[in-house]
């Protein structure tokens, strides 16, 4: 006579519904935040997770937290902005996980809400650096890892700082707009060959982004500020997580180009 292991058994039917079962995922800035909230969830889903971050002890702590739930995932300090460390993030999560299928745009950096006319050099290349020229890199080493395969998912985490013109300095402002219209070419470009490209928008998430601010342009802020009477109260760094999760998995197989908003509805008014 079988005896049936209860514990087993419902151990097998978690794993069937698995969003992401069997899936390798890079998430960047994945050390706080909305990263280490999609990098606990991607991994609950049978993800694969190796979560980068410049700052290697929080990612470590992260993925031990991970590891803890008995998961998997592996952490590497990661400079996004250097084209070469992108590179050794990809060639990181194949040596451990043979493959990629998932990547997510995450790290990202606030500006010190400068308008132009105050916007220094050094603000403006830095904002750029960290939030735009990561971006393009992952996308392009991402597409050159997915298209001999005809398969993945890039999702860039943008702003509504990336959609309207008053939540953030010049430089930030630029920077997500720009990564919105890196989105929505690229899931153009190769929406028949099998890879989709999708961008959040988060409004007012809890996270420690404010801490990159640095010097606050006091005329910036005050103009930014009219419109923070409108926002809601702020979301939490696991309800990005949860969008994140459906965005890349294969509940959301016929969307790509999207940036979808996740604001409270700050952008509504």
Do not use: C
């Amino acid at each position: 006579m079988n005896v049936i292991s209860f514990t087993n058994l419902g151990r097998k039917m978690m794993m069937d519904t698995q969003l992401l079962m069997n899936k390798v995922a890079i998430i960047t800035g994945a050390g706080s935040g909305m990263g280490a909230a999609m990098a606990k969830l991607f991994a609950k889903e049978g993800a694969k997770v190796v979560a980068a971050d410049l700052n290697i002890d929080n990612a470590n702590k992260v993925i031990k937290d991970i590891q803890a739930d008995g998961y998997e995932a592996a952490a590497i300090k990661v400079n996004v902005a250097d084209r070469q460390d992108i590179s050794s993030m990809f060639a990181f999560a194949k040596d451990h996980y043979d493959h990629v299928d998932i990547l997510v745009n995450n790290a990202g950096i606030m500006d010190n809400m400068a308008a132009i006319g105050d916007l220094e050099d050094d603000e403006w290349h830095k904002v750029m650096a960290v939030n735009t020229d990561s971006v393009m890199y992952g996308m392009r080493e991402a597409i050159r890892e997915f298209l001999p395969k005809h398969t993945g998912v890039i999702l860039n985490i943008a702003s509504i700082g990336g959609t309207n013109g008053a939540r953030a300095g010049a430089a930030y402002t630029a920077s997500k707009h720009a990564v919105v219209g890196l989105t929505k070419n690229t899931a153009y470009m190769y929406a028949n060959e099998g890879i989709r490209v999708n961008a959040i928008a988060p409004g007012g998430i809890q996270t420690n982004i404010a801490q990159t601010m640095g010097n606050i342009n006091e005329f910036g802020m005050k103009r930014q500020m009219t419109g923070m009477q409108t926002s809601p109260k702020p979301g939490s760094p696991e309800e990005i997580a949860d969008t994140a999760l459906f965005l890349v998995s294969d509940k959301a197989a016929y969307i790509t180009g999207a940036v979808l908003p996740v604001d409270g509805g700050w952008t509504a008014y």
